[in-house]
């Protein structure tokens, strides 16, 4: 069983001057195309789309432990008012033709926690 959480956000919040980061470095240019996916750990990752809104900037979060989500998928649809960004935590890797990589099987009877955290805040 895979496992992909979907965090969709759109225009305004995504435009050109807003910013993507993953614990704090640099992640893609927003007016680029991106990469589908990125290991995301080990450890704690963090998201953060930092959006330039007028008057109001804000910030959206995801922070993950990585160790059970250990991907971050990206996707993105840059036409103009749409401008949608989805950041999604994943239990599997996406491959070049779009397909799902190797999933981590539980024994039956065997749990797994995921821990995941979203946050909107002034930027």
């Known amino acids: 069983m895979?496992?992909?959480y979907h965090l969709n956000l759109g225009f305004p919040?995504?435009?050109a001057a807003s910013r993507l980061t993953l614990d704090g470095s640099g992640l893609i240019d927003i007016a680029?195309?991106?990469p589908s996916c990125l290991p995301a750990g080990p450890g704690q990752a963090r998201a953060t789309l930092?959006?330039?809104?007028?008057p109001s900037p804000f910030a959206t979060t995801i922070a993950l432990d990585a160790t059970t989500p250990p991907y971050l998928q990206l996707w993105r649809d840059p036409a103009p008012s749409t401008a949608i960004l989805s950041i999604e935590p994943c239990t599997?890797?996406?491959l070049s033709d779009g397909r799902s990589g190797r999933k981590a099987l539980l024994d039956p009877?065997?749990?797994r926690e995921f821990h995941l955290e979203i946050a909107f805040a002034p930027g």
């Open 92 to 94: 599997s890797q996406r």
């Open 109 to 111: 009877g065997a749990q």
């Open 32 to 34: 680029l195309p991106i």
């Open 2 to 4: 895979a496992l992909l």
């Open 50 to 54: 930092t959006s330039p809104l007028h």
């Open 13 to 15: 919040a995504v435009q």
